[in-house]
């Protein structure tokens, strides 16, 4: 079972993962650093800049050197973002991050409905995003745009995000922004990342690499491909997430 935790085909790990959750012990978790969240086994992960501005709730995070281990993110087989993982946004950015979520692991029927009325019922295909799914942050500070964030600040978050990218072997890695894309770029260059082929995406961003797991002798392939635009901005639209589903669709081989 452990092998097809973290298989390419997504029905496989999403099966393992059930079953791997029916039968698993319970353990004291590990805690990610701060900004990173997610399945530690989760088929897509999505990587950005860091947390939005600071809503006045809570700690005001900095962000930089050292990152701190986070007080409340487990990193847990199967325990993936889930729906609305950002509990306190409007409905219309709920809805962008929904349907980025499904366009990465929903069917093939609900991918090609991500256009349709925002009263889609995305809940009945819930189980894959409830255990799939990451979003790993290459800074961790509250900073309203990511042009704010420091440029050493993202680089030192590089290897922190690639280390944990390589743990997860997830089949799709998305960069939320182009500058997300250089620096993720570099850093899983620096870990030994092979370029197969660029623009496997017809109508964007992307490229189809080989990792090692983890330092291991093993290697794994993924898809790294940058959606039209950052889900939490409204430029992103549901017919262009639509579009990036479709052509995401024949690497997910479920």
Known sequence: MDNLLYSPILNERLIATRQYLT?????????????????????????????????????????????????????????????????????????????????????????????????????????????????????????????????CYLSSGEDVVVKYILLARPRFIIPLSRLVWGHLASGLQRAGGEVLREGVLPKHESRLIRLPSDGASEYFEAVVARPHNHPSRHFLTAAWIETFGKELAPFRED
């Open 23 to 151: 039968a698993a012990e319970k353990s004291n978790p590990e805690f990610y650093p701060e900004g990173l969240r997610g399945a530690a086994n989760a088929y897509a992960v999505l990587v950005g800049p860091g947390y939005g501005a600071y809503n006045g709730n809570g700690e005001k995070y900095a962000g930089g050197f050292p990152r701190p281990t986070s007080k409340w993110s487990k990193r847990l087989i199967g325990g993936g973002l889930g729906f609305n993982p950002f509990s306190d946004s409007g409905k219309p950015r709920k809805w962008r991050w929904n349907r980025l979520l499904l366009a990465c692991l929903g069917s093939q029927e609900v991918v090609a409905q991500l256009s349709a009325a925002y009263n889609l019922n995305w809940e009945h295909h819930a189980e894959a995003v409830e255990q799939l799914s990451a979003i790993y942050n290459l800074d961790w500070g509250n900073h309203a745009d990511e042009q704010s964030i420091p440029p």
